[in-house]
């Protein structure tokens, strides 16, 4: 697991700004969604073009928080990385420079429909009655990506919980586009996983002080059981 060290420039620059540290003190599961980022086999099995080793540690908090979710009457969202031809050569800046050499066609492979690089792991509880959304682009919400917004605001969601891989490139990425469309967002510490510390760590600072409240499993789901209606009391 990442060992987590937010720097406390970033507590003391979130405490000067708003006067506390998290902005957020409660939670309407019923407008919340959890975005599971990329859990797939691209980024999770051994031996695969974009395997972080760490995301495969993170699975029982994300099914934790997903069972938490879902309790307290909220959404649970699967995103998934994908390249199509279209997208392809919409993007074609970022797989034409950034993801070229050997490595690049392996990615673009593995993240193709039908693929197993494609699929969730299936470490990961998803169940039917959850949403699976494909993305195109680094953030589920940037322009173009995704039909994610247009879902989440349909059902009359504010609210989103990140979760997934890798913290600093799609997580962090979905969570910064996610606050400027208005939705409050929260970040899930020790759901997240990137390839190293320092760079996992970087984005819970940056997060913390301008784009999301930053929280622990631990924190998040007490935040959502303060909110669960037990099952006897529901069916009254």
Known sequence: MHKIAIPSYAVE???????KLHPFDDIDPARTALVVVDLQNGFMAPGQPAEIAQAREIV??????????????????????TVTPESEQSWSVWLGNFADAE??????QAFTPGDFGHALS?????LAGDLTVRKTRFSALV????ELDAILKARGIDTLIIVGTATNVCCESTARDAMML????????????CRTDEEHNATLAILMVMFADVRSTDEMVALLQKQTIPAANAAE
């Open 13 to 19: 620059r979130a405490l000067s700004r708003r006067g």
């Open 103 to 108: 490595w690049g066609p392996r990615m673009r």
């Open 60 to 81: 029982p908090a994300v099914n934790r928080l997903a069972r938490a979710t879902r309790a307290a009457g909220g959404s649970v969202v699967w995103i998934q990385n």
């Open 143 to 146: 322009q173009g990506s995704s």
């Open 182 to 193: 208005n939705y409050k967002v929260f970040f899930v510490a020790d759901a997240n996983a």
């Open 122 to 126: 299936q470490s990961l509880e998803a």
